[in-house]
């Protein structure tokens, strides 16, 4: 993602963009750098971000200030609105500004890169009790105001191949396939667990929301495990996946932490209230939660190594491993964090389980359920024609 930079020593020039609410651009060589930045990247991201570098000869210190470019069709002018606090401090950090990154000019123009995708997601854990999913950069007005935005990045881990390779079949890098088998594979995996099929999906079947919200479980939980933890596998349910009518019973699936002698039994729900996917969620995990040292033996070569994506791994899970529990939970009744966090506190069926083991919580607010899996058919649809072509 581009962002760009303007630095300069006017105290002015700070204050303009230290304020709140939407303005317009009026000096004429900034409208003209915007304007370059705005024609070259506003197709290629939803953010265009506008920092200004403000550093103080006297204190030598800087002041960064950070907002949001728009082009204002009616009035055909450039505006900027400031973001919050949560934006410009990750904004800040991405881009390492450290009191150093300034120039002592009036006037500056730099564009810089920030890595990867604007619309990743990443772990926000603003309280213990819940570890929030969130994407990056966006607010829920943002997605709210367009839900394609969230839909199209969900379903773009859905429909990843590596993702697919990794958690619905028992692909490993080390068998060195060949492109075309590979792609084959991805195919067969994706008829398997019942993301494609010839006649299209059927997005009312229960099953397919099951394993939704399984397929995206792994794939956000892979990439959220501790980074203490250096020996890390996980052990996907859907690679037993064989027709896409029946689910597959029993633990969603589970991860060991080797080195650290955990082990989580992770459980998947997919509904419109989050109160009735803790409460679903609960009664799944007290029912599968007597796992034995045999159940799990006799599935081991399965487990995935997170960091190099192995299989068949000669691992031996601890006879002293403590056990814990992860919830992954979709709903689209709730947009607001502090919603979300009051359900979490006031369930009495997860208060109870936590008394008994420690629990992670994940929640995936979808916004509009019917709207999601509207846009994952024809997305469905696109993939089938695509790899039948």
């Known amino acids: 993602m581009k962002v760009l930079m303007h630095y300069t020593t006017s105290s002015h020039v700070s204050s303009i963009f230290l304020r709140s609410g939407t303005k317009t651009f009026t000096e004429k060589e900034r409208i003209k750098k915007v304007s370059d930045f705005y024609d070259k990247f506003h197709r290629l991201q939803n953010h265009l971000y506008f920092i200004v570098s403000y550093f103080d000869l006297g204190t030598r210190t800087p002041i960064y200030s950070v907002s949001n470019i728009h082009f204002d069709k009616k009035t055909s002018k450039f505006k900027h609105s400031k973001v919050s606090a949560n934006t410009k401090e990750l904004i800040c950090e991405e881009l390492g500004l450290n009191g150093a990154n300034t120039y002592d000019k009036e006037s500056y123009y730099r564009t810089f890169t920030i890595e990867g995708s604007e619309t990743e997601f990443e772990n926000n854990k603003k309280d213990s009790n819940l570890n929030k999913i ?65 006649t299209g999906v059927n997005t009312s079947r229960t099953t397919l929301h099951g394993d939704i919200g399984e397929f995206l479980m792994h794939t956000m939980l892979s990439q959220f495990l501790s980074e203490q933890s250096s020996e890390k596998y996980i052990y996907p349910k859907l690679v037993f996946k064989t027709s896409p009518k029946m689910p597959i019973y029993g633990n969603d699936g589970t991860i060991y932490l080797k080195d650290k002698k955990e082990i989580y039994y992770l459980e998947a729900k997919f509904y419109g209230d989050l109160n009735k996917a803790i409460n679903k969620a609960v009664v799944s995990l007290s029912e599968h939660n007597e796992v034995t040292q045999e159940e799990l033996s006799h599935k081991i070569e399965l487990f995935r190594n997170i960091r190099t994506d192995m299989l068949n791994e000669v691992i031996e899970i601890d006879e002293n491993v403590s056990e814990n529990l992860v919830l992954f939970l979709i709903c689209d009744n709730y947009t607001g964090y502090n919603d979300i966090l009051n359900v979490v506190k006031e369930n009495t069926k997860l208060n109870d389980l936590k008394a008994k083991f420690n629990i992670v919580l994940f929640v995936l607010p979808i916004i509009n359920k019917s709207d999601f899996l509207n846009l994952f058919n024809t997305k469905s649809k696109n993939v089938w024609e695509e790899l039948n072509a």
């Open 134 to 198: 969130k994407m990056k950069f966006f607010t829920w007005d943002e997605l709210l105001d367009c839900n394609e935005i969230l839909f199209n990045e969900i379903n773009e881990k859905i429909f990843n191949k590596e993702n697919v390779l990794k958690i619905a079949s028992t692909y490993s890098p080390a068998n060195k396939d060949t492109d075309d088998l590979k792609q084959k594979k991805y195919l067969d995996a994706l008829k398997a667990i019942g993301f494609i099929s010839k």
